[in-house]
């Protein structure tokens, strides 16, 4: 697709489990395809994506009906993911519950339980639990963990994401048999299992 007039035209003529649509089109921009989309009653998920993260851009898209946005640049598993989440949320598939091995978080609840013990998580642990959940087997790099859970850049100098996964651990693996959270060597961190399995 070379620019967001022929994007609109795949839109309205061919069926999509979801739409990831970039604002800065040439032609005919992303905010305006998705309000004519909209306007003719096309519910399909659409995913925003823009390279400014202004709050009133983010606000417009969120208004005229987009599912989700993504800040450029990303991690093209966080944008598998997101469109997992969003074409689930179309077919009516629950979103809030997630479940990796016998571990199940549940969003709406805010409660994690393991093999049926319930187990208390701050409120950043509940998030940096939650990253992991949404992405089982993918390593998570300290820097993408500290992006993601505390919002700000990597500072090379800091334990806050190993003292927190340290925290995890002891709450999540110490009294089971099988450890679901893996230290990758040199790369970062991952839970192990298969999601819903």
């Not at 096309?42 to 994506?49: T, W």
């Not at 005229?64 to 946005?69: H, I, P, S, T």
């Not at 002891?170 to 819903?196: Q, W």
Request: hydrophobic letters at 35%; a negative charge.
């Amino acid at each position: 697709m070379d620019d967001g007039d022929e994007g609109y035209a795949l839109a309205t003529t061919e069926p999509y489990d979801a739409i990831v649509l970039d604002i800065m089109l040439p032609g005919r921009d992303g905010l305006s395809i998705l309000k004519n989309l909209r306007k003719q009653k096309n519910a399909v998920p659409v995913i925003l994506l823009t390279a400014r993260s202004e709050l009133d851009e983010r606000l417009e898209g969120l208004n005229l009906g987009a599912d989700d946005y993504m800040t450029k640049p990303f991690y093209i598993e966080e944008l598998v993911a997101r469109l997992r989440t969003v074409v689930r949320r179309a077919s009516g598939e629950s979103t809030h519950l997630l479940k990796v091995s016998d571990l199940h978080m549940d969003l709406v609840q805010h409660s994690v339980h393991r093999a049926k013990e319930e187990i208390q998580l701050s409120m950043r642990e509940f998030s940096l639990l939650e990253y992991f959940m949404r992405s089982p087997g993918r390593v998570l790099s300290r820097m993408q963990i500290c992006e993601h859970v505390w919002n700000y850049s990597f500072d090379p100098d800091t334990n806050l994401v190993d003292v927190y996964i340290q925290r995890l651990r002891k709450k999540i693996d110490h009294e089971f048999e099988c450890k679901l959270i893996e230290t990758v060597r040199g790369v970062g961190y991952r839970i192990k299992g298969e999601p819903n399995g």
